[in-house]
């Protein structure tokens, strides 16, 4: 069992930057890919980007190039940098976790998830 818990959401101004993190519990964190999805208001969860228990990444076309994701095995937690905000970023921010190897990008595949954090970008 995993319990993941986000934060470092808030309001920011179009072009800033914000850092989410997700801590989780347990002491296999290495062997989770972790992945970050994102809910606006009115739309269905959507893929942001994941990380696989090796480290590889796959992000979504609409982040790609302003978002980073890594991990910190030692302190068991996800980061998601996020730089060149725009309007359209504005959601709940999802942390996921499923014990596998691999690159998941259908939610349905997610183990494990947290209760999510809000990012609101104005213009």
């Known amino acids: 069992q995993v319990q993941l818990v986000e934060s470092g959401g808030g309001l920011v101004q179009a072009g800033d930057s914000l850092r989410l993190s997700c801590a989780a519990s347990?002491?296999?964190?290495?062997?989770?890919?972790m992945a970050w999805f994102r809910r606006a208001a009115g739309k269905e969860r959507e893929f942001v980007v994941t990380m696989t228990r090796s480290s590889a990444t796959y992000y979504a076309d609409s982040v790609k190039g302003r978002f980073t994701i890594s991990r910190d095995n030692a302190k068991n937690t996800v980061y998601l940098q996020m730089n060149s905000l725009k309007p359209e970023d504005t959601a709940v921010y999802y942390c996921a976790a499923k014990l596998a190897a691999g690159t998941f990008v259908r939610a349905t595949l997610y183990d494990y998830w947290g209760q999510g954090t809000q990012v609101t970008v104005s213009s």
């Open positions: 347990g002491r296999t964190f290495s062997s989770y890919a």
